[in-house]
């Protein structure tokens, strides 16, 4: 029998569940109903805008939703709006079931690692850091940060290569810094200015052809910036 060296983890409806409060929603604000405030939020097109990191701002999220209202919105009702989602994720981030808490912690102490695959925006995932979750986790990837939505098989590969990276850091700095000087310039275009797996993997390169190498240091530094 195969040991299982690593679980892959979704986010939202799996490990926690952005509920609306027994108060004042988004779609209170507009006067509809949640299903009609649904029908159009969580429209495919416009999801995969946000999802993608192609639209990264909140304030600019809640704006492309309302474009999609046929009603007038004030700059007041906006600001209200997109309070009331952050705080409704952040809710779900913060407040995670005991449970599943719990259940995660004993699959650590087995010795399997945790990878979490998840897609959302940048409102959905503000809170992140603050989460119990957060710390459970040996690599985290959201698509919003990657420019991917899943099932794309490309986000797996992403989550593949930073699980291998982490088991074997010096491997990993060994192979890159003897790579061809020119192979690694050929990356730059490709990586720069993207999301922030990409722009990492930009200043690594960087750093490789300015100062020949790059270490544990430096990657670290790169990683934190």
């Given at each position: 029998?195969?040991k299982i060296?690593?679980i892959?983890?979704?986010?939202?409806?799996?490990l926690?569940?952005p509920?609306?409060?027994?108060?004042?929603?988004?779609?209170d604000?507009?006067?509809?109903?949640?299903?009609?405030?649904?029908?159009?939020?969580?429209?495919?097109?416009?999801?995969y805008?946000?999802?993608?990191?192609?639209?990264?701002?909140?304030?600019?999220?809640?704006?492309?939703?309302?474009?999609?209202f046929?009603?007038?919105?004030?700059d007041?009702?906006?600001?209200?709006?997109?309070?009331?989602r952050?705080?409704?994720?952040k809710?779900?981030?913060?407040k995670?079931?005991?449970?599943?808490?719990?259940?995660?912690?004993?699959?650590k102490?087995k010795?399997?690692k945790?990878?979490?695959?998840?897609?959302?925006?940048?409102?959905?995932?503000l809170?992140?850091?603050?989460?119990?979750?957060?710390?459970?986790?040996?690599?985290?990837?959201?698509?919003?940060?990657?420019?991917?939505?899943?099932?794309?098989?490309?986000?797996?590969?992403?989550?593949?290569?930073?699980?291998?990276?982490?088991?074997?850091?010096?491997?990993?700095?060994k192979?890159?810094?003897?790579?061809?000087?020119?192979?690694?310039k050929?990356?730059?275009?490709?990586y720069k200015?993207?999301?922030?797996?990409n722009?990492i993997?930009?200043?690594?390169?960087?750093?490789?052809?300015n100062?020949?190498?790059?270490?544990?240091?430096?990657l670290d530094?790169?990683?934190?910036?």
């Open positions: 029998m195969n060296d690593t892959y983890f979704d986010l939202f409806f799996t926690v569940n509920v609306y409060s027994g108060e004042k929603n988004e779609n604000v507009l006067g509809i109903l949640k299903n009609e405030w649904e029908k159009v939020a969580e429209d495919e097109k416009l999801y805008r946000r999802g993608t990191g192609l639209v990264k701002f909140p304030k600019d999220i809640i704006e492309e939703i309302l474009r999609n046929d009603v007038q919105v004030s007041e009702e906006k600001k209200e709006i997109l309070s009331l952050i705080e409704r994720f809710n779900a981030l913060t995670v079931d005991e449970e599943i808490i719990s259940t995660l912690v004993k699959i102490e010795g399997i945790l990878c979490l695959i998840s897609n959302a925006d940048k409102i959905d995932i809170h992140w850091e603050d989460s119990p979750l957060a710390k459970l986790f040996n690599e985290v990837i959201f698509s919003c940060d990657v420019g991917i939505l899943k099932p794309a098989k490309k986000i797996y590969e992403i989550a593949t290569e930073l699980k291998k990276y982490s088991e074997n850091v010096d491997d990993f700095l192979k890159i810094n003897n790579l061809d000087k020119d192979y690694l050929s990356f730059l275009n490709e200015n993207r999301e922030k797996i722009l993997r930009y200043k690594v390169v960087e750093k490789i052809l100062n020949q190498y790059v270490d544990k240091v430096m530094t790169i990683k934190n910036e």
